[in-house]
């Protein structure tokens, strides 16, 4: 990671369906008001790619197919943080840190781990060492039934048939490890309770709090 880099990049982590997309926009607009450099959004194309969709789908049915799709978005979320112009600070949806949290969950469910298993999460570790430094991780905590139940309501094709225990899963996985992957790439983590959402205002308030506070570290 680039330790020297002159903008801010901050990711929002959280489980699938807690409300991330909804947020980014609104934040990113509350930022560049508050701030003299202009916030530019970083999203996950998530409904006009379909090869996305296609492997999305085969994600939520098959449980072997998962690394197909988080192999794609991996090396999508390594190409769209290349070369980001330092005019602007940047709000990104989700970083290689989500594939971290979400390949941990891969071990944590394979009853044997194999080695494409392992190379993917060696292969995250690499992506990461070009990738710009993470300044902070809004981490999007909730109630993992409510995050369910939130991406049920939200009814994307490809995801219907995703367990609860899946979600159950991610939502421990990201308590747990978020906290050491933000440690290990000396990563300030924010954790905001999103079971009944929040306030976007207030959330860049704190945003502003902690990047002043890392100028001045
Ligand atoms: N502040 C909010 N108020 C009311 N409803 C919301 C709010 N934020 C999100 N939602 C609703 O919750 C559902 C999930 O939100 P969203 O799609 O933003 O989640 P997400 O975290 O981006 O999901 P994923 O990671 O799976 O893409 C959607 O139906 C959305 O309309």
Redesign the pocket.
């Known amino acids: 990671m680039n330790q020297t880099q002159d903008f801010k990049l901050i990711a929002i982590e959280?489980?699938?369906?807690?409300?991330?997309?909804?947020?980014l926009p609104k934040l990113a607009d509350r930022l560049s008001n508050l701030d003299d450099r202009p916030w530019r959004l970083i999203i996950?194309e998530?409904d006009t790619d379909p090869e996305f969709q296609r492997l999305l789908k085969a994600f939520t049915n098959d449980p072997s197919q998962r690394i197909n799709f988080q192999r794609y978005i991996t090396n999508k979320r390594a190409e769209t943080c290349q070369d980001l112009d330092p005019g602007f600070n940047y709000i990104i949806?989700?970083s290689l840190f989500s594939d971290l949290v979400f390949c941990q969950a891969n071990l944590a469910e394979a009853c044997r781990p194999d080695g494409k298993d392992l190379d993917y999460y060696y292969d995250i570790q690499d992506k990461l060492e070009d990738y710009p430094q993470v300044s902070a991780v809004v981490y999007?905590k909730s109630d993992p039934i409510v995050s369910y139940e939130?991406?049920l309501?939200?009814g994307?094709d490809a995801?219907v048939g995703t367990p609860q225990s899946y979600i159950q899963l991610i939502s421990d996985c990201h308590n747990t490890f978020l906290p050491h992957i933000c440690d290990k790439y000396n990563t300030h983590l924010l954790t905001v309770d999103w079971t009944h959402?929040g306030c976007p205002d207030g959330l860049a308030e704190q945003v502003i709090d902690v990047c002043q506070v890392l100028n001045a570290g």
């Open positions: 959280g489980n699938i369906g807690v409300g991330k997309s909804t947020l996950e998530v949806e989700r999007l939130r991406m309501s939200r994307r995801e959402f």
